[in-house]
């Protein structure tokens, strides 16, 4: 009986969607590996592998049969994609055209790596960033450099603007991904991409305020206002969004800080200067990577007053994400502090979700940990931190969490019981579980 490799959905799906792999035709408690590999656009390649045995019947379903070594062990059924590791190191896995697929090929070896070398069967396995219907429009209106995606439909859908970190240019497989959720999401550049300004110093509040209106004029869009969504320092730059500029109905940040950072913010005739740091105060891992966490000086100290936001004056809810493994930013002090300050002004307690040893760069389900990657601007290797099934458990949870928060508060739904498996987040504490 020939050996066939079957992937459920078949042929292809969306990558933040599940895929089941079965192994069927061999023979009875036989021992095989399994390897998945895929290359990004610019050619670098990623690979995973586990050891497997058959059951009784020559079957293998991940969903069933336990990994017993490789690239990772135990139960987990998506695996051989969130365990693929990269084969240069400090490369990190992001899709930059989210109008072509990854294509994973999965591979069925006889026997246990090393020794296993005769192949049983192989399978391809596409998987797309843009779910059918989503339209994907670029936006170059005024001063505005963005990527809208919108859900297939005639209805008006919630809006939501995206904003990643440090590194600048323009990310848009979270956008993508999001509005195959019944989103319409604005993956938003704003600064070294195209006539944008090339440093953060020329960045100015008045930019993003006109996002927000683009987004709140455009008929595909359902009102009253949209929300924000921003990683890193495009966190941080959402909380200023929320606090200073109307329109906001709710604001999730992942991993940032409470003060505005890395550059003065201008909005109109104020000023709001950059938290302050020491470059002697970082450290190397013993790998060779910067670890940045202990520069950044403390937001409550007296010198930094004038940095922190003023989050008592947003409209809406905020849902902090928190890893506690993060070597970037004090995510967890920082979520810590801007729910002291809320609270002592009177507005509601914030929604916190820590996720113990998960790293700084919190990505949609199934993509790889990334511990340590080349910062774009620095061209220095930054060590970010995080355990891979911790991570990728982290990814699955805060995926499902981010869609509630936003349904819940732009749709008006309540999606409380919508919860991943892996029930990783603790809220509102930081004690590691």
């Known amino acids: 009986m020939a050996v066939t490799v079957t992937l459920e959905p078949a042929g292809r799906c969306r990558w933040d969607e599940p895929v089941r792999i079965t192994v069927r035709g061999l023979e009875p408690g036989q021992p095989v590996t399994l390897r998945a590999s895929l290359r990004d656009e610019k050619g670098a390649l990623f690979r995973a592998h586990a050891r497997y045995c058959a059951d009784a019947a020559g079957l293998l379903d991940l969903e069933r049969a336990p990994a017993l070594g490789g690239s990772f062990a135990g139960l987990e059924p998506m695996g051989l994609f969130w365990a693929l590791e990269p084969e240069e190191p400090l490369t990190r896995l992001v899709k ?61 859908f919630p809006g939501i603007l995206d904003l990643f970190g440090s590194s600048g240019g323009l990310c848009e497989y979270r956008a993508s991904l999001l509005a195959g959720h019944g989103f319409a999401v604005l993956a938003l550049a704003y600064f070294r991409f195209e006539d944008l300004p090339e440093h953060l110093n020329d960045v100015c509040l008045e930019y993003f305020e006109e996002a927000v209106n683009f987004m709140l004029q455009h008929p595909k869009v359902k009102g009253p206002g949209v929300g924000l969504l921003g990683f890193s320092k495009g966190g941080d730059l959402c909380l200023s969004m929320a606090s200073f500029l109307k329109g906001i109905t709710a604001t999730i940040v992942i991993n940032a800080c409470v003060a ?87 507005k509601d ?14 990505d949609p389900p199934y993509f790889p940990l990334c511990r340590a990657s080349v910062h774009a601007v620095l061209g220095q290797p930054v060590f970010h931190g995080g355990e891979p099934k911790a991570h990728s458990n982290a990814q699955a949870d805060a995926w499902q969490q981010i869609q509630t928060f936003f349904h819940k508060h732009l749709n008006g739904e309540s999606n409380n019981n919508q919860r991943s498996p892996s029930q990783m987040g603790r809220e509102n504490q930081p004690e590691a579980i």
């Not at 596409?126 to 779910?131: G, N, S, T």
Request: with cysteine; glycine share 6%; proline share 9%.
């Open 96 to 156: 930059r055209d989210v109008q072509t697929p990854f294509v994973v090929e999965l591979e069925v070896l006889d026997g246990h790596e090393p020794e296993a070398q005769r192949l049983l069967g192989r399978a391809v396995h596409k998987r797309d960033f843009l779910a059918p219907g989503v339209r994907r429009e670029p936006v170059r209106a005024g001063r505005v450099r963005a990527t809208l995606f919108l859900p297939p439909g005639s209805k008006p």
């Open 349 to 362: 307690r914030p929604q916190i979700i820590y996720y113990p040893g998960t790293g700084h760069c919190i």
């Open 260 to 346: 505005n950072t890395l550059a003065p913010l201008h909005y109109k005739d104020m000023i709001i200067p950059e938290l302050s740091y020491d470059l002697e105060k970082y450290t190397i891992t013993e790998s060779g990577f910067l670890n940045f966490v202990d520069i950044w000086g403390n937001p409550l100290e007296k010198t930094n007053h004038q940095s922190l936001i003023p989050l008592e004056k947003a409209q809406g809810p905020f849902l902090f994400i928190v890893s506690m493994d993060d070597h970037n930013w004090k995510s967890e002090v920082y979520a810590r502090i801007a729910s002291e300050r809320l609270q002592a002004h009177g």
